[in-house]
């Protein structure tokens, strides 16, 4: 809440990558979009951020998803 009255935009990275589940609950939970996915490498594990409501703006790494092409994809 302190964030969204603080006019940030979005949260991003609030949590360890691996905590998909409490990036579920805190999606639900928080008044901002919340975005992440630095370490998803490829569109399988974009869809598994996106299947568990984990975040709103999937914002894969271009470098470890295979370059700018792949990145995009994602």
């Known amino acids: 809440?302190?964030?969204a009255d603080a006019g940030f935009a979005?949260?991003?990275e609030p949590l360890p990558p691996e905590r998909l589940g409490d990036y579920a609950a805190l999606?639900?939970?928080a008044r901002l979009p919340?975005?992440?996915g630095e370490t998803i490498r490829c569109q399988r594990e974009a869809?598994?951020?996106l299947a568990a409501?984990?975040?709103d703006v999937v914002q894969p790494?271009?470098?470890l998803a295979g370059g700018l092409d792949d990145a995009l994809a994602v």
């Open 61 to 63: 790494d271009a470098c």
């Open 27 to 29: 999606r639900v939970r």
């Open 10 to 12: 979005w949260l991003e």
């Open 1 to 3: 809440a302190a964030a």
């Open 47 to 49: 869809d598994a951020w």
């Open 53 to 55: 409501g984990a975040i």
């Open 34 to 36: 919340i975005a992440g």
